[in-house]
């Protein structure tokens, strides 16, 4: 076992190599989608990282549980979690600001305005309007018949992911305070609301797609709403695996109140992802 004194370096694992192997062949793999060959590669990448995953952060649990880290590998893990969050903001501030551009810029210009007048750039009888249903040039692509409002499915799961926050948090404070019962129970209540809306949002896509006419295809109001809604429901997806491991250390009584990091990081991740879905639900349903 490490003193306190000292700073815990890992022994030469092979993981690494996994990681980058397991990245490539995923990545290739959806270069290759549009040939026979491309869901083979992407498959064997997508296990050899599941199982990245499991070996890493299972090395990572037994060297935590044998008290190898002291306050230093503490801090470096906690500014490892905070430049990960950070790069996720970025990642979905591309989105959005994709969806602005689009909004404000894009579509005005090609309506005409600002550009010579009132002529129009493409299509004479274009119109900017948001969300855009009627397409100006609708042969490659499907318009449409409604845009998904921001009522019902939408507004349920906005108060289900930030009673999630709310459950989450409770959990944490009974951590803190040593009560195991509240502790299990606030994190099964917030796994809960994760996996129901997660539901909520399939059957959202199944309505969208079926009865709304809204697909990829449907021009930039389609395949905006998919990509910024669908890479969302992947981290909600991903922050629910994360949930249920930390209730499985939880129930081992892996964490303290002095010392509980994962738990904590896994929060951060929650409560980021519950701020991502209230800018979603303005910008994407109410706007």
């Known amino acids: 076992m490490a003193t306190t004194e000292e700073y815990y370096l890992p022994k030469p694992s092979h993981l690494p190599a996994v990681a980058s192997l397991s990245i490539f062949l995923f990545t290739f ?3 290759l989608w549009l040939n026979d060959l491309g869901p083979i590669v992407m498959g064997v990448g997508l296990l ?8 890493w952060f299972n090395t990572i649990v037994g060297e935590s549980q044998a008290g190898y880290y002291n306050r230093q590998v ?3 893990f906690r500014q490892s979690m905070a430049w990960f969050i950070t790069s996720e903001v970025f990642f979905f501030v591309a989105f959005f600001g994709s969806l602005f551009y689009l909004r404000t810029i894009a579509m005005p210009y090609l309506s005409g305005e600002g550009h010579l007048g009132s002529s129009h750039l493409l299509w004479e009888d274009f119109i900017a309007t948001w969300p855009l249903l009627t397409l100006p040039d609708a042969s490659n692509y499907s318009e449409a018949n409604k845009a998904m409002g921001a009522m019902g499915i ?4 906005t108060i289900i992911l930030l009673s999630s926050g709310v459950t989450l948090t409770i959990a944490h404070h009974a951590l803190k305070e040593g009560n ?3 502790l299990i129970l606030g994190m099964v209540a ?3 609301l994760g996996l129901v809306f997660f539901g909520f949002q399939i059957v959202e896509y199944g309505h969208a797609y079926g009865e709304l006419g809204l697909k990829l295809t449907s021009g930039t109001y389609g395949s905006t709403f998919y990509l910024l809604t669908g890479f969302h429901g992947m981290h909600v997806t991903i922050g629910t695996i994360m949930l249920i491991v930390i209730l499985i ?4 009584g892996h964490f303290t109140p002095e010392n509980h990091f994962a738990f904590e990081g896994v929060a951060w991740y929650w409560h980021f992802v519950d701020v991502v879905w ?3 639900f303005i910008f994407v349903y109410w706007l």
Do not use: H
């Not at 050899?48 to 070996?55: H, I, N, R, V």
């Open 190 to 192: 917030t796994i809960t």
């Open 154 to 157: 939408p507004l349920w799961n």
């Open 48 to 55: 050899l990282l599941m199982y990245l995953f499991y070996s």
């Open 180 to 182: 195991r019962t509240k």
């Open 249 to 252: 250390r939880c129930a081992k």
């Open 29 to 31: 793999g959806v270069v």
């Open 278 to 280: 209230v800018g979603l």
């Open 74 to 76: 503490d801090i470096t």
